[in-house]
Each structure stands twice: as structure tokens, then as C-alpha cells.
């Protein structure tokens, strides 16, 4: 029976954990022991929507696997512009390749290509539904910064929490580790949507929405800020009214705890000042490092590959990681909403 990798609802937490203790395998094989595991397979990247991070590295994945790789990367070059359906897309390009990576820009559209196809399919972000290669390669960045998802870890999640695919997949996925603490910033018209936090496994963590950036600086260990995504608003006033609600810098972070780490999906825009790059503080790009090896891992899974024993031995924690935090956790800030999430209501 094929696998596909669709919806972060379709894995428990011990699927996650095996994904992440896959992709620390990848890590630690040489370069010349992965260029053997998919030899002759090909992989198409089937992308309708704009992308850099996510194709390029499932594109590199693929090839330094020993594989190839097919595709497109704008709907336009495709006969959808002729009206084709994306169905009869996937089931075409099932003949070509042995696994499908898509990006179509309607919600479940990834899914349906899963159902209709007897190939593995990835879903690379289906509108602002879900993007689980992502989470898994945040969760591998959290897991490699702090030396694992434990228990007391404040994350903050800033910016467009209502249309980002990356938060919705994010907090499905961080709910499942019991105990972490989560300070939800946004402007009202952008908060997180309430089914997000009410979740079996969401209440047995904390909420706390605010609008005070500032405030979740000093309170989080992570702060994940995101893009107030322009092509997400039905109305191009409302995104004016929101496209700057916060944007980071340097200064804003001399109140920040020593090891908190400040991470993104890219592509940003204005949400993180360029001074903030050269900070104790910044791991986007080490982030974006780190979808790599993490893809390589759902590539190897979804055919079956093991991935071999590894020859070199790496720690789990990075270097920067081990830089002390402040151990408190401090009360909302005042005006702020905060809730444990089983009262399924906001305040």
C-alpha cells in the first residue's frame, strides 16, 4: 500500500519522531553513501504556485539521492491553462515519475491528487490548508536549537496566523508534545482560527493571544515570525491596513533571552530587518539548511529506503543552542488574551 505525506492530521507523534529520527540519520551519512539510495527513480515537483525553498530542495534532495527530477513550476506552462483538470494532471504524470511533489493553489486540491494517483504524493502547501514538509523541518530546527521538544517551551507566532499554512500545520503538529506554551501575536483580522486550539491534543497546552510583540520577545524561546501573505486577502485594502503590523529589528531584541532564536519560512518581506541577520538570535537560514536533509528523510520513507547506518556521529543540539534561556515563565502581558485551550472559547 502506497504512503503519501498530505495533512500533519494524518501523523501521530510517533510518526513525527520517526520523521526526525530519520532525517538525523540523513544528516549523518556522507555525501557519497546518499548518492546510491534512488538510483533510477524520478521525482516530478508539480508547483502551480511560486516557490524557491520548497522545489529547489526537493529538486536537490532528489539529486543528491541519486535521482531525478521533472516538473514544472507555473501553472501557465501546463495544459491547466487549457482547462485541464488536476486529477487527470496527476494521474498523466503518475506514468513519468514514481512519486509527485504539488503545490496546487486550492485547499484539499493535494489530497485529491493522492487519492486519484498510485504513486506517493507530497503536498508542498495546498492554499493556506497545510504544508507538512515544512513542520517537519521547523520541527527538526527546534529539536536541533534546544536538544529536543521538551517540555516548558514558550514559541511565539507572529503575524498572519488566519490564511499561513506553515502556523496552521505548525500548531497541529507542536500540540502533540505536551506542556509547551504558545504566545499568538497578530492583528484581530489575522488571528489563529479557533479549531487550531481546541484540538484533543491543543488542551493540554496554553494559548495566549496579544498584539504586543514586544512583550512575546521577552516571553518566548522561539519566535516564529511569518509573512502577511498579500495573495491570501480576497480585498487588497485589508492587507494595507496589515502588511507592516510588525516588523523585527535589532533593538527590539535587546530584551530578548539569551537563546531565544528567531525563525521563518521565507520568503520575508518587511516582518525581519536585515540587522537582525548578523544576531546571536537569527536561524532562518539555518532552517532552510535544514529542509534538506529533512526531505531527503520523507523521499527515503514514502519509497521504503532505508537509509543505512551512518559514518559520522553528530550531536543533535547545535552549538548556539546550548546558550542559556531564562528558565521563568512570565505572565501574560496586560491586555493580552490568555486561555488553556479546552474552554474553546476566546475571551
Same mark, same amino acid.
Not at 5 to 20: F, V
Not at 268 to 280: L, P, Q, S
Given at each position: ?62 539529486? +543528491? /539521492?541519486? =535521482? ?6 507555473? &501553472?501557465?506552462?501546463? *495544459?491547466?491553462?487549457?482547462? #485541464?483538470? !488536476? %486529477? ?102 489575522? +488571528? /489563529?482560527? =479557533? ?6 491534543? &491543543?488542551?493540554?497546552? *496554553?494559548?495566549?493571544?496579544? #498584539?504586543? !510583540? %514586544? ?133
Amino acid at each position: 500500500m502506497k504512503r503519501d505525506l498530505i495533512s500533519i492530521d494524518d501523523l501521530g507523534r510517533a510518526d513525527l519522531e520517526r520523521y526526525l529520527a530519520l532525517a538525523a540519520k540523513v544528516e549523518g551519512l556522507e555525501p557519497e553513501a546518499k548518492r546510491d539510495k534512488l538510483p533510477g527513480r524520478v521525482l516530478a515537483v508539480m508547483f502551480f504556485e511560486p516557490s524557491t525553498r520548497t522545489r529547489l530542495s526537493f529538486e536537490s534532495a532528489m539529486c +543528491r /539521492l541519486g =535521482g531525478s527530477v521533472l516538473g514544472f513550476s507555473e &501553472a501557465a506552462s501546463t *495544459s491547466a491553462a487549457k482547462g #485541464e483538470s !488536476l %486529477r487527470d494532471t496527476a494521474r498523466t504524470v503518475e506514468r513519468y515519475a514514481g512519486q509527485m511533489v504539488i503545490r496546487p493553489p486550492r485547499e484539499g486540491a493535494a489530497r485529491a491528487a493522492a487519492e486519484a494517483t498510485g504513486v506517493p504524493v507530497i503536498n508542498a502547501g495546498d492554499g493556506a490548508n497545510q504544508h507538512p514538509s515544512q513542520t517537519l523541518l521547523d520541527l527538526y530546527t527546534i529539536q536541533k536549537f534546544f536538544g529536543g521538544l521538551k517540555k516548558g517551551l514558550r514559541i511565539a507566532l507572529v503575524g498572519d496566523l488566519k490564511y499561513s499554512r506553515t502556523i496552521h500545520s505548525l500548531v497541529q503538529a507542536l500540540a502533540l508534545f505536551e506542556g509547551l506554551e504558545f504566545h499568538l501575536v497578530s492583528p484581530p483580522a489575522l +488571528r /489563529l482560527p =479557533g479549531y487550531l486550539m481546541e484540538t484533543g491534543a &491543543a488542551r493540554k497546552a *496554553s494559548f495566549h493571544e496579544s #498584539e504586543d !510583540l %514586544r512583550a512575546a520577545i521577552r516571553r518566548s524561546d522561539v519566535l516564529y515570525m511569518t509573512r502577511i501573505q498579500k495573495e491570501r486577502f480576497p480585498d487588497v485594502l485589508d492587507y494595507e491596513k496589515v502588511k507592516d503590523a510588525y516588523v523585527l529589528n535589532r533593538e527590539m531584541l535587546e530584551e530578548a533571552p539569551r537563546g531565544l532564536r528567531v525563525m521563518h519560512p521565507l520568503p520575508r518581506v518587511n516582518e525581519i530587518a536585515a540587522d537582525v541577520d548578523e544576531t546571536g538570535h537569527a536561524g532562518y537560514f539555518e532552517q532552510v539548511g535544514h529542509g534538506l536533509v529533512v526531505r531527503q528523510a520523507v523521499l527515503l520513507d514514502l519509497l521504503g529506503v532505508a537509509p543505512g547506518p551512518t559514518t559520522t556521529t553528530r550531536c543533535c543540539t547545535s552549538r548556539r543552542s546550548r546558550r542559556g534561556r531564562s528558565s521563568t515563565t512570565s505572565p501574560p502581558a496586560s491586555g493580552s488574551r490568555s486561555w488553556r485551550s479546552s474552554t474553546a472559547t476566546r475571551r
